[in-house]
């Protein structure tokens, strides 16, 4: 008898919300699997929320019901949310779940164009010296506006779909980008990154050395042509990362 497929979040970016994942989510739910688009408190939320506010909400809201149902779980992360995604995988590994007696437990972390940063680290400490500035503004209580989304987000998008994406966009709370992480799952939890070779916002030589400093054979790697939003423009080979990752994962 097949098992079920895993359970799929999806983690979004600073500045967007779960809407964004909308062509992946149909996707995958055309081809079979459960999924949840998440919507972090830090996207429109309280612009006092920081990484650990962000983490507790998936665990919260989406990942301990999943494990309690003893699902199998593939965390997929786009940009920032690669930072919360991963810490909030903290304890509900499948190894964490299987130690006790559980069926269950996050399975695999997908990293799209994400940061993947080692624990204690910041994402604003994290960054290269020439990466490219996308906070435009701060505004009253932290809330920031990103710098030139068209380009930085939706560079490969034409532009009557981009400034639909770009009038989505909501602020984002600064005390996610400078509160550091303490977790990294992706020694606990096997790892893919989709690297986006026309990233705009996250350079590909960034991506690249987040994947080496992780150490040799740690991550598993695809390569797409997208800019920073594959989600957005190229969809069908993100779901294909992620079909791959959970065929892999139950192999």
Not at 11 to 38: F, R, S
Not at 98 to 123: D, R, S, W
Request: with cysteine.
């Amino acid at each position: 008898m097949s098992t079920p497929k895993p359970a799929i979040l999806l983690i979004p970016g600073a500045w967007h919300q779960g809407e964004a994942w909308k062509p992946v989510t149909n996707i995958l739910q055309e081809q079979g699997y459960y999924v949840e688009p998440v919507t972090l408190p830090s996207a429109g939320g309280p612009p006092s929320t920081s990484v650990a506010d962000d983490a507790a909400y998936i665990r919260g809201n989406h990942l301990e019901s999943l494990v309690a149902q003893g699902r199998e779980v593939i965390i997929v992360m786009h940009s920032y949310g690669g930072v919360p995604g991963t810490e909030s995988v903290k304890g509900l590994a499948r190894k964490d779940i299987a130690a006790q007696g559980k069926p269950g437990g996050v399975i695999a972390l997908v990293y799209t164009a994400a940061f993947m940063i080692a624990g204690g680290q910041t994402l604003a400490e994290s960054l290269p010296s020439d990466s490219p500035s996308l906070i435009n503004q701060v505004m009253d209580g932290d809330a920031t506006q990103p710098n030139d989304p068209r380009f930085h987000f939706y560079n490969d998008l034409d532009d009557e779909t981009a400034a639909k994406y770009v009038d989505a966009l909501v602020h984002h709370a600064m005390p996610s980008f400078i509160t550091p992480s303490t977790y990294e799952a992706y020694r606990d939890v096997p790892a893919t990154y989709l690297f986006c070779e026309r990233d705009e916002a996250i350079r590909p030589n960034f991506q690249r050395e987040m994947v080496a400093n992780a150490g040799d054979n740690v991550v598993r790697t695809y390569t797409c042509t997208s800019g920073h939003s594959p989600m957005l423009s190229v969809p069908e080979k993100v779901f294909e990362v992620i079909h791959d990752t959970a065929i892999l994962a139950k192999s």
